[in-house]
C-alpha cells in the first residue's frame, strides 16, 4: 500500500485509488459476474474528498471504465475517503455498516 504520513495522519496516494477502482471495475467481467453485468450500463461518480479526486466509472454492457474526473449527471454519486474505500475492497469493513455509519454518503 502507497501510503505516507504527514503530522500523524495517513494519506493514501491518488495511484493506489485509481487501481484499487479499476481492479474492482474488472470484476465484473469475471466468469461468474460476466452474466449478472451482461446488460448493466451505468455511471458512477466517485468523490473522494480526503485527497481531492473525482473518478468516474462508466459501465456499458456489463464492461466497465475508469477515468479521472467528473462527468454531468451520473446515475449514481458517492461520496466517501479514501481509507473508506481501501478498507471495504480489502474486506475490512463492509460497504452496508460503511452506509450506516456516514462514512459513505450517496
Known sequence: MKISSIGGILLT???EILE??????????????????SNYSKT???SFEDIGID??????????????????????T?????KTILDIL???L????AVMSGKIKA
Not at 22 to 31: H, L, R, S, T
Not at 60 to 69: A, I, L, M, N, Q
Open 44 to 46: 458512477l461518480l466517485m
Open 55 to 76: 473518478l468516474t466509472v462508466l459501465f456499458v454492457d456489463g464492461k466497465g471504465t475508469v477515468e479521472k474526473g467528473r462527468i454531468s449527471d451520473p446515475n449514481m
Open 94 to 97: 463492509s460497504a452496508m455498516r
Open 13 to 15: 496516494s491518488e495511484d
Open 78 to 82: 458517492v461520496k466517501t475517503d479514501s
Open 20 to 37: 484499487a477502482i479499476q481492479k474492482m471495475v474488472k470484476k465484473a467481467e469475471e466468469p461468474k459476474m460476466e452474466k449478472r453485468f
Open 90 to 92: 480489502s474486506g475490512n
